[in-house]
């Protein structure tokens, strides 16, 4: 069964220091998201993206973050320079972007923790 | 603005019982509705999907799902609950009447369902 994948599955850095978190999304899908769950809290949405640009992103998404698609199978997301706060559990996910009412998968999960 | 209410921070049954995990959600339209379930150090599984039609919606591992428009619910059901089961579970939503191309799903805060043996 396709599913999306994540790499790494935990990442420790400093504050202050730039982060790319890596996803693989399933491979004939079209929307691809992130999304976050700090410890004990909600999981929150960040970001979507399809055809190549950002189709809708939250408040969380400020200028720190950026998403890339840099070839045909991956999918990224960059923190450019980390705070305490970010310190959560990052999922991406997939979906096959033919309607809204389409599920989406989520792979395992990056954390990140920053110190 | 669409939020999803999870009221229960943890729910016990034993194996054998039925089990009920409940969601109430707020859009201003109708609503798309997903459960998920996540396991330890996994990712969130799709259980199952609202989208239209028959309020009562079948999932994987033998879950089920209700949906009641006038109650603005959306509870998980198993009729027998195995131990397996025991995991942490959201509720999610998404506004149909958002613009189609807006995909952001709004999570309950998760309910940890633990069977007892």
């Known amino acids: 069964e396709p599913e999306v994948t994540q790499t790494p599955s935990h990442q420790v850095t400093q504050m202050g220091q730039e982060v790319i978190l890596r996803c693989v999304p399933i491979s004939n899908h079209l929307y691809f998201y992130w999304y976050r769950q700090i410890l004990g809290q909600k999981v929150e949405f960040l970001v979507s993206f399809y055809n190549n640009e950002i189709s809708e992103k939250s408040e969380i998404f400020d200028d720190q973050f950026s998403v890339e698609r840099p070839d045909g199978s991956n999918f990224t997301l960059k923190i450019r320079s980390t705070k305490l706060e970010d310190s959560a559990m990052y999922f991406c996910?997939?979906?096959?972007?033919?309607?809204?009412?389409?599920?989406?998968?989520f792979g395992p999960g990056t954390r990140l923790t920053v110190l | 603005a669409q939020s999803v209410a999870q009221p229960e921070d943890q729910v016990n049954v034993a194996e054998g019982n039925p089990l009920t995990v409940k969601c109430t959600y707020s859009?201003?339209?109708?609503?798309?509705l997903f459960w998920y379930v996540q396991y330890p150090n996994r990712g969130l599984q799709f259980l199952l999907k609202y989208i239209t039609g028959d309020n009562l919606v079948k999932g994987s591992y033998g879950f089920e799902a209700e949906f009641n428009k006038s109650q603005t619910s959306f509870h998980l059901k198993k009729p027998s609950a195995l131990v397996s089961d025991s995991a942490l579970y959201f509720c999610a939503v998404r506004d149909q009447k958002v613009d189609t191309g807006r995909r952001a799903l709004t999570f309950g805060s998760g309910t940890r369902l633990q069977v007892q043996p």
């Open positions: 859009v201003s339209g109708n609503p798309y």
């Open positions: 996910a997939s979906s096959e972007g033919t309607s809204g009412r389409d599920e989406q998968f």
